[in-house]
T-cell receptor
Framework: GEDVEQSLFLSVREGDSSVINCTYT??????LYWYKQEPGAGLQLLTY?????DMKQDQRLTVLLNKKDKHLSLRIADTQTGDSAIYFC???????????FGAGTTVTVRA | DVKVTQSSRYLVKRTGEKVFLECVQD?????MFWYRQDPGLGLRLIYF???????EKGDIPEGYSVSREKKERFSLILESASTNQTSMYLC????????????FGSGTRLTVV
């Protein structure tokens, strides 16, 4: 996804917080998403945020949206080994059924 | 439990073969998508379909075609497989609008030798 950018790798110690960042380009995006892909599996929707919100919290997950800077972040509190995965940021683009994905951030949780 | 099912997890095909990747969803979704996933490149859209018998090209359609004869089934066809089509292929579906994003299948890892 050339319109959505993420860093490729993140290493975090078990129990610490992880923060994954994403920038997007389409200011008309209605929704922004975080997907998780575990090894050998497809993508699972983790959470999403509507573009008129600036924060959404769901248990250990916090999504922050800075619409002015077109910056989205996902914070995972108390990171566990089961959080090791690839995390994809995605934005809805002009049509109402297409998403544009970032390249994915590989999160490695170390003991 | 709603599902998107891809017929094969792993496939090995020879260069020049015609390859069919099948995807079936049980959610009565209008929209279906085929992506390929390559390290460092993320997900790239090959084709999508928003209705039976309708199809639109995505970002990288060259070397691929699709078929959607029934609402629940979306097939990706590699007319003459080449080694640069070795990749993970992901199928996804969505209902009208993008509120809940996509539901993905588990993927098919295709190796062309």
């Amino acid at each position: 996804g050339e319109d959505v950018e993420q860093s490729l790798f993140l290493s975090v110690r078990e129990g610490d917080s992880s923060v994954i960042n994403c920038t997007y380009t389409d200011s008309s995006s209605t929704y922004l998403y975080w997907y998780k892909q575990e090894p050998g599996a497809g993508l699972q929707l983790l959470t999403y945020i509507f573009s008129n919100m600036d924060m959404k919290q769901d248990q250990r997950l916090t999504v922050l949206l800075n619409k002015k800077d077109k910056h989205l972040s996902l914070r995972i509190a108390d990171t566990q080994t089961g959080d090791s995965a690839i995390y994809f940021c995605a934005e809805s683009i002009r049509s109402d059924y297409k998403l544009s994905f970032g390249a994915g951030t590989t999160v490695t949780v170390r003991a | 439990d709603v599902k998107v099912t891809q017929s094969s997890r792993y496939l090995v095909k020879r260069t020049g073969e015609k390859v069919f990747l099948e995807c079936v969803q049980d959610m009565d979704h209008e929209n279906m998508f085929w992506y390929r996933q390559d390290p460092g490149l993320g997900l790239r859209l090959i084709y999508f379909s928003y209705d039976v018998k309708m199809k639109e090209k995505g970002d990288i359609p060259e070397g691929y075609s699709v078929s959607r004869e029934k609402k629940e089934r979306f097939s990706l066809i590699l007319e003459s497989a080449s080694t640069n089509q070795t990749s993970m292929y992901l199928c996804a579906s969505s209902g009208g609008g993008t509120l809940y994003g996509y539901t993905f299948g588990s993927g098919t890892r295709l190796t062309v030798v």
